[in-house]
């Protein structure tokens, strides 16, 4: 049976804005081990259901879709932002 992970989309460092914070994303895991190509030296696998990456609004609407699929499931929740809250001052003390 296929495995889906389901991994809240959390904000990149380099983003200032929200705008699209509270993504989900729905990526299976991988079934066969990587090996290497003895030809090109690069690692792969015949596992293809890896390359597919699908975005959802809600984690609701994630979970929805793998059941209609009958995929088993884990949810992987965003860490928590934490901020640091300074003054430019704080710089020179």
């Known amino acids: 049976m ?3 992970r389901i991994i809240e989309d959390d904000r990149k460092t380099t983003q200032s804005g929200k705008a699209k914070a509270g993504r989900w994303l729905l990526e ?3 079934e066969q081990a990587m090996r290497p190509d003895p030809l090109t030296g690069w690692s792969g ?3 293809t259901p890896t390359q597919v990456r699908l975005m ?3 984690k609701d609407e994630a979970i929805a879709y793998a059941t209609r699929k009958g995929f088993d499931y884990h949810l992987v929740p965003a860490a928590p932002a934490t901020l640091k809250l300074q003054a430019y001052s704080d710089n020179f003390r």
Do not use: H, I, M, N
């Open 2 to 4: 296929t495995t889906a």
């Open 28 to 30: 299976f895991e991988r």
């Open 56 to 58: 959802f609004d809600s």
């Open 45 to 47: 696998s015949g596992d």
